[in-house]
């Protein structure tokens, strides 16, 4: 193995004792760029843009042409005029500016509603559910459940996984003995769904038969009828509700629904659309000794988030962003990629979810990808237009001995213009490791990381959530302004990466805003010195 390459802090060891080392340094985004993924974000680029176009230019040029052919105009009589500021509106000019009102009063018919992130709310469970690390080791010891070398081993993994003490845990699986029953898994997604929902419909003054659209994706727990179905129970929503419940899309799932909800959002009009995301540890607590799949145990907490989305003109004022743009990555047509991630049965027939030794480079390969998806995106316009220009020269002039151009995708991550269009960084709390290694490779500061180093640390990983807990630490410490640029990125089982950039439109408020952050009650005490972890060469 390359001597430059660094592996995790421990073995795992499965069944048959083979050692499994988990990759922990990801690959150079810089190096060995794919150009198929630079044209698929270009692709994403032209789809916001031609609109555009069409509005403003055609409808120009239809215009002029219609007024050369119906009045003889010639050219430096058109300037002439143009100069003395004088036209007579005759009939076939009076025809050619209803024909140009007609196609922008067709585009602005046509075109793609603004999205608006209105408010969102964390949930935050009760005081008596706070787990500190002393008291989780010793609930694992008294259950009685795991063998010696398994306690050892989980022992390790919390002193070095970035939790601090007083992330949550739910009740069924603090009860002792624990009573992990559909019953109490239940209690916990109705607490924490109904609790961030309660919170965002008191926070926007929504009533909650005024939503037209819910999303809701939880991995794991996925009873019948579905947790949309309970919320549609709960809240007595309308009949005609359009509702979705997504399962098994893993801690990147929360970036599906919004991508989801932004698509309904486009094809009915003057709509809220609520999305929930969360996760059920209750019935998916590993009581097992293979080490692979204890790793859930020590890092998964209880949270969950609620986000309203509008398409509303009348809610700009009161927004907080709107979405800029959504990219996703799926690499589940890979095998390595799609098993990396896989919820199975051990030995003794105790059902847990498994990480493969290939793990962190997989999901190293999704990150790029979908990097370089979006960077086209944020790149500044000189690289983009050399781009453009030798794609014209290779496929409509068809010039062979011109090489394809990658664009210098360090000017979009590395350096002042990517830290400048982008603003915040909310990257999935799914481990101190996968932290420090993105800090490593996108060259961020310790106060880019800080809100999900912080957010680990305090409530740990809470899936498909975390991101939002993310984002409520950079509003609550007053750093988001006006303008402001956030990237949201998370990666999960399938294998998936995905992408979302928000846009602040107006400045957030700390003081009075506090309902639905969770941060309310601790925020002074962050942020908290977190080791970054020590590798050691393999």
Known sequence: ????????????????????????????????????????????????????????VVPLLLFLTVQFQLTDLKLHRFSRLWLNHTVQLDTDTAFGLIVLLFLFGLYWAKRSPTIY????????????????????????ETSGR??????????RILSRAGLGDETYLPKGVMTRPPNLSMKEARLEAEDVMFGALDALFEKTGVNPRDVDILVVNCSLFNPTPSLSAMIVNHYKLRTDIKSYNLGGMGCSAGLISIDLAK????????????VVSTENLTLNWYFGNDRPMLLSNCIFRMGGAAILLSNKSSDKTRSKYKLVHTVRTHKGADDKSYNCVYQREDDTGKV????????????????KTNITTLGPLVLPFSEQLMFFVTLVR??????????????DFKLAFEHFYFKLAIDHFCIHAGGRAILDELQKTLQLTEWHMEPSRMTLHRFGNTSSSSLWYELAYAEAKGRVVKGDRVWQIAFGSG????????????????????QGNPWNDSLHHYPVTVPISISTSS
């Open 1 to 56: 193995m390359d001597k430059e390459r660094l592996t995790a802090e421990m073995d795992f060891k499965d069944s048959s004792s083979a050692v499994i080392k988990i990759r922990r340094r990801l690959p150079d985004f810089l190096q060995s760029v794919k150009l198929k993924y630079v044209k698929l974000g270009y692709g994403y680029s032209c789809n916001s843009t031609t609109s555009l176009i069409f509005a403003l």
């Open 117 to 140: 992130l209105v408010d969102f709310a964390c949930y935050k469970p009760e005081k008596q559910q706070k787990m500190a690390v002393e008291s989780f080791v010793e609930m694992l």
């Open 146 to 155: 795991f063998e010696e070398k398994s306690l050892e081993f989980q022992r």
């Open 263 to 274: 698509d309904l959002l486009k094809a009915n009009p003057n709509s809220y659309a609520v």
């Open 352 to 367: 847990g979810v498994s990480l493969a030794r290939e793990l962190m480079a997989v999901a190293g390969d999704a990150l």
């Open 394 to 407: 290779r496929k409509v002039l068809k010039a062979s001995n011109v090489k394809p151009y990658i664009p």
């Open 495 to 514: 294998f998936k990466c995905n992408s979302a950039v928000w846009k602040a439109v107006r400045d957030v408020p700390v003081v009075g805003d506090w």
